[in-house]
């Protein structure tokens, strides 16, 4: 799985996914000319200048070279400290597989990294899925907004991060099964990598024993660290730097 930022090349890719995931999740409320309205509102010819805006951010996934879906975030504030993700679209295809789980903390991790103090996320109230989403992944719901999509007026909610843990962590807990074995991966205990970051892994979901470094590059947590705090994926070669001087590190 990659996670990258979209380019211009990415915008035909964009709309087709916007529309197929807005197609099988939100007829049940919005009418099909009112989705296709919206698409092209949001993802026609104003794509270009939002792909340019350095205030915007959208982030591509892809599952084996194919584009699985796109995250849309937005830095908002005068000292831009507050990260809006504003849509998270995955393909019905790729659904119930972590794509989505794993999008949401790359972009929230691409917000804090552009400066944003907190992450705010916004789902139509009348999408179940989506705002179970956001609950069962560190998040709790904070207010609500008005949007407005073609000629009519939504509510949206409003979430932001869930109690964060004492140590200051977000509480983001996902079970995943890899390598043979299952784990709970902790995405707010991250470490950067090479590639991708590694995540803490843990054998039950109460997070009292910690088990292996998850790689976020592979989904693998098959790696070996060293006395200085060097971790390497042994499945990818994603790697982590020494976690203190190291001479033969300079």
Not at 93 to 107: F, N
Not at 126 to 150: C, K, L, M, P, T
Not at 220 to 244: F, L, Q, Y
Request: hydrophobic share 35%.
């Amino acid at each position: 799985m990659e996670v990258r930022e979209a380019t211009d090349s990415d915008a035909a890719a964009i709309r087709s996914i916007a529309h197929d995931s807005l197609n099988s999740t939100y007829t049940a409320f919005l009418e099909e000319e009112t989705i296709d309205e919206a698409i092209d509102q949001w993802y026609g010819d104003p794509l270009a200048d939002k792909l340019a805006d350095d205030r915007s951010l959208f982030l591509i996934v892809e599952r084996d070279g194919e584009i699985a879906g796109f995250s849309q975030s937005e830095l908002v504030g005068q000292q831009a400290n507050t990260g809006h993700l504003l849509w998270l679209h995955v393909h019905p295809d790729h659904r119930g597989d972590a794509t989505g789980v794993r999008l949401l903390v790359r972009t929230r991790e691409a917000l804090l990294e552009d400066g944003a103090d907190g992450v705010q996320c916004f789902v139509l109230a009348d999408n179940e899925g989506g705002n179970e989403f956001y609950r069962s992944h560190g998040f709790e719901q904070a207010g609500q907004r008005e949007v407005d999509i073609g000629d009519e007026t939504f509510t949206e909610n409003v979430y932001v991060e869930a109690g964060l843990e004492g140590d200051g962590e977000w509480g983001a807990i996902d079970e995943v099964t890899t390598d043979g074995e299952t784990v709970y991966v902790s995405y707010g205990e991250a470490a950067r990598g090479t590639r991708s970051p590694f995540y803490t892994a843990y054998k039950s979901e109460d997070r009292h024993d910690r088990y292996a470094w998850f790689c976020g590059n592979c989904d693998s947590i098959d790696n070996a660290m060293d006395a200085m705090g060097r971790i390497e994926c042994n499945n990818c070669g994603n790697r982590r730097k020494a976690t203190r001087w190291d001479a033969s590190y300079l």
